[in-house]
C-alpha cells in the first residue's frame, strides 16, 4: 500500500499532465478560427487589385487621348490635303495643328509606354499576392482541421486525467491536500520532488540524511526539502 507520500507524488505526475494538457487547450482554443495571416494576405492582395485597377485606369485615359488626338490629326491633314481649302492662312494653320498634334500625340505614347509598364508591374504583383493567398489559406486550412482533432483530443485526456486525480485523491486527507495546493500554487506547479541519489531533482540540492530518512518512511506531514520546501519523495 502507498504510503500519502507516493500518493502525492502519483498525484503531482497527474497534475503535472493535466497543467500540460489545459495549457495546450488554451493555445489550441485561441488558435482556432484566428485567421489573421489570411485577413493580413487578403488585405494585402485588396490594396494590390486597386493599384492594379488605378493603373489600367491611367493607361486607357492615355490610350483614349491618344485616340482622339489621332482622329483630329486625321481629320485635319484630310482636309488639308482634299484640295476643299485655299486659302493660305487656314491651309497653314491646318498644318501646323497636324504638327502640333502630332507632338502631343508622341507626347502620350511616351507617357503610354510608361503606364504600360506600371500596369505590368501592378499585375505582377497582384499575381504573386494572389498565390500567395493560396497558399497561405490552403495552410490555415490545414492547421485549423489539425487543431480542431487535438482539441478534441486533449479535451478526452483531461477528462481521464481528472478521473485519475480523483482516484489518486483516495486516503489523502483535506489537510494534506490543502497544504499540497498550496505548495503547488507558490512553487510553479510542482508541489513533490522526488529524490534521487540524494539529491532533489528539482532544485539539485542534497538534503540531510534525516530529511531522506524521514521522506522514504512516508510521514504524514510528508518532509519538505530544506532548500526549495517542496514535499520529498524517496523511493
Known amino acids: 500500500m502507498m504510503n500519502v507520500t507516493a500518493r502525492l507524488y502519483v498525484l503531482q505526475q497527474i497534475d503535472t499532465k493535466l497543467d500540460k494538457s489545459e495549457n495546450r487547450l488554451r493555445e489550441l482554443e485561441q488558435a482556432i478560427g484566428n485567421d489573421s495571416d489570411v485577413r493580413e494576405v487578403t488585405a494585402a492582395l485588396e490594396a494590390a487589385e486597386m493599384k492594379t485597377r488605378a493603373a489600367r485606369r491611367a493607361y486607357q485615359a492615355i490610350e483614349d487621348d491618344i485616340d482622339m488626338l489621332a482622329r483630329k490629326k486625321t481629320a485635319g491633314e484630310k482636309r ?60 490555415w486550412n490545414r492547421e485549423q482541421a489539425t487543431f480542431v482533432e487535438e482539441s478534441s483530443e486533449l479535451q478526452a485526456t483531461i477528462l481521464c486525467l481528472n478521473d485519475e486525480r ?49 521522506a522514504r518512511s512516508g510521514v504524514d506531514p510528508p518532509v519538505k526539502c530544506g532548500n526549495c520546501a517542496r514535499i520529498m519523495y524517496v523511493k
Open 166 to 214: 480523483e482516484t489518486a485523491l483516495i486516503g489523502v486527507s483535506s489537510d494534506l491536500q490543502e497544504s499540497y495546493d498550496v505548495v503547488r500554487r507558490h512553487k510553479g506547479g510542482i508541489a513533490v520532488a522526488e529524490v534521487t541519489d540524494n539529491i532533489c531533482t528539482v532544485c539539485g540540492m542534497a538534503p540531510s540524511a534525516v530529511r531522506i530518512r524521514q
Open 80 to 139: 488639308l490635303y482634299s484640295g476643299s481649302v485655299s486659302n493660305p492662312k487656314e491651309l497653314q494653320d491646318l498644318q501646323d495643328e497636324s504638327v502640333s498634334l502630332a507632338g502631343r500625340i508622341s507626347t502620350l505614347e511616351e507617357r503610354q509606354l510608361d503606364a504600360m509598364i506600371a500596369q505590368d508591374e501592378s499585375e505582377s504583383i497582384e499575381t504573386k499576392a494572389r498565390k500567395q493567398l493560396e497558399v497561405v489559406r490552403s495552410k
